[in-house]
């Protein structure tokens, strides 16, 4: 079956540093991947849709210059959060979807990093 | 606007039946996702409806009725390890890739 790698798995750090997640497909091609951000008993808050070859695009109130996204290739998206604060710390997670399969496809999550920011 | 909504906690008992219900208004409807998710991990594809009735997978049936923005996910045959969030999920304004979740059901099975 499809998988996504995601990683690290766990990170903490220092306020004011850039931490910088990873996510592959590695038995599949992803036109699209997509970030997510939960934060403790919530659900899953679509952050940004990461596009192969493209910019990202961003959901309403998340800031594009905090959250560095890139999609340099068909199977790794990466999220660069930028001079991180404790505010940051949360369970990030990215999911993709199969080239050339539709909406009505389930998509690919990754294991989700967990994120504290001391 | 667009809106998922479930129930945020439930707990039933091993080999008891369970019903998870979710309530959505989305603008262009293109089908209904449920994921379940271990604490602290991704969450899983279970099921999708498009159409109105019940579709059965082993001990997991998910329901959709169109017309009342109503679906639910039923757990037979309950055992420990389905403890979990059970996320409702919808594609966001139509034929896209965006799902919008809801806030997910927090399923405890207790001996």
């Known amino acids: 079956g499809a998988v996504v790698s995601q990683h690290p798995s766990w990170v903490i750090c220092k306020s004011g540093t850039s931490v910088k997640i990873e996510c592959r497909s590695l038995d599949f091609q992803a036109t699209t991947m997509f970030w997510y951000r939960q934060f403790p008993k919530q659900s899953l808050m679509l952050m940004a849709t990461s596009n192969e070859g493209s910019k990202a695009t961003y959901e309403q109130g998340v800031e594009k210059d905090k959250f560095l996204i890139n999609h340099a290739s068909l199977t790794l998206s990466t999220l660069t959060v930028t001079s991180a604060h404790p505010e940051d710390s949360s369970f990030y997670i990215c999911s993709a979807r199969e080239k050339g399969t539709a909406y009505n496809q389930p998509q690919h999550f990754g294991d989700g990093t967990r994120l504290s920011i001391l | 606007g667009q809106n998922i909504d479930q129930p945020t906690e439930m707990t039933a008992t091993e080999g008891a039946i369970v019903q998870i219900n979710c309530t959505y208004q989305t603008s262009g409807f293109n089908g209904l996702f449920w994921y379940q998710q271990h604490a602290g991990e991704a969450p899983t594809f279970l099921s999708y409806?498009?159409?109105?009735g019940l579709e059965e997978k082993g001990r997991f049936s998910s329901f959709l009725s169109r017309s009342k923005g109503y679906s639910y996910l039923l757990l037979k045959e309950l055992q420990m390890k389905d403890s979990a969030s059970y996320l409702c999920a919808a594609p966001r304004g139509g034929a896209t890739n965006k799902l919008i979740f809801g806030t997910g059901t927090l399923l405890a099975v207790q001996p």
């Open positions: 409806n498009v159409l109105d």
